[in-house]
């Protein structure tokens, strides 16, 4: 657990905590619903990230900056930016407003666009945080990995609450020889893959 977590982070975390709880039992449209970590993820996240090899730290899928705020405590260990991508405007513009209300702008950067077609201006990724749609997840995946630092880290969310949907990309992470990955039993199951040093 971090500890001395600031106030402003802490109180957009529970706003957003309440939102997502919220979407998840009133009908708020799939599209529209936050579908964020639960905090035990974040903190992971958190851990995870600021033990990474020096190096940039990506988040692919934003919603509405609740994983980034986890994010932000390792980058104020670590120092540099996350770079974070959102494709919906509506979720980048929600992320915008908890960065800025949480105060960490500074250390986390947002691009509004499909990662898919920004992530060949990216190299020396130490780590990597993916929860999309899940029907990106390969080719996701594919572009990051090249782009990995040998003792790199690659998350991925729902490989549990979505293993049916997930299972021929759990398939594919698991023949590729450049990666050792696991899947932990976390929130709705995250696959940890770590890129091998090469030879």
């Known amino acids: 657990m971090f500890h001395n977590i600031p106030k402003p982070i802490l109180e957009q975390m529970a706003a957003l905590e309440e939102q997502d709880a919220k ?28 033990s990474a090899p ?14 980034g705020l986890w994010l932000s405590l390792a980058m104020a260990l670590r120092g540099g930016k996350l770079v ?18 949480a105060k960490v702008e500074n250390l986390v ?17 130490a780590f990597c945080f993916m929860d999309t749609e899940k029907e990106m997840y ?3 995946y594919d572009a990051v990995v090249p782009r990995l630092l040998p003792g790199g880290l690659l998350l991925a969310d729902n490989l549990l609450s979505h293993a049916d949907s997930l299972a021929d990309f759990l398939t594919h992470v ?6 050792d ?4 039993p976390i929130g709705s199951g995250v696959l940890l893959g770590r890129k091998r040093a090469t030879p």
């Open 109 to 125: 950067e947002l691009v509004h666009g499909d990662a898919r077609g920004h992530i060949a201006m990216y190299d020396e990724i």
């Open 181 to 184: 990955s696991v899947v932990v």
């Open 23 to 50: 979407d998840r039992i009133d009908g708020t449209p799939m599209h529209k619903r936050l579908r964020q970590i639960p905090p035990e993820t974040g903190q992971l996240l958190a851990l995870l990230a600021a």
């Open 54 to 67: 020096s190096g940039l730290c990506i988040e692919l899928g934003t919603s509405a900056g609740y994983s």
């Open 84 to 101: 974070t991508f959102e494709l919906l405007p509506e979720k980048a513009e929600m992320a915008r407003k908890t960065f800025k209300k």
């Open 174 to 179: 698991r023949a590729d020889a450049r990666m």
């Open 138 to 140: 390969t080719d996701l």
